[in-house]
């Protein structure tokens, strides 16, 4: 099964609302910071590490036209988790983005570097 023949399920918590899954048919992350990831692997996941204290700022789910599905200009300390789930409703992977004491991407799957060098990004 090709990843285009998985929904993706989007589940954003923050410490001040939980709003509803939001179901993406097809689209994309994108991790944009001016720190550089240090990389490494750990039981089967792919780790990304910010070096220093970088925080997530925002979070904003759009449609291929701009429109917004949810925004959060306050998002300092949330976890977003990321599920795919095939046509069968059966879970394939999952990528979590998080603030704690370290902002971390854990990944069951390796991410690419973006190759731009202003600004770097995972996706």
């Known amino acids: 099964m090709s990843e285009r023949d998985e929904e993706v399920v989007v589940t954003m ?10 179901v993406v048919s097809d689209g994309s992350l994108i991790i944009e910071s001016d720190d550089q990831f240090s990389e490494s692997t750990s039981g089967g996941r792919f780790l990304f590490r910010g070096n220093g204290r970088p925080a997530i700022a925002h979070i904003r789910v759009l449609q291929d036209n701009g429109d917004k599905v949810y925004e ?4 300092t300390g949330s976890r977003v988790e990321i599920v795919w789930i095939n046509e069968d409703k059966d879970v394939t992977g999952n990528v979590i983005v998080s603030d704690g004491a370290v902002f971390e991407i ?3 799957k390796n991410l690419r570097r973006d190759g731009v060098p202003k600004r770097r990004g995972h996706k």
């Open 72 to 75: 959060d200009l306050n998002a």
């Open 106 to 108: 854990s990944s069951d």
């Open 13 to 22: 918590l923050t410490s001040h609302d939980t709003p509803p899954p939001i």
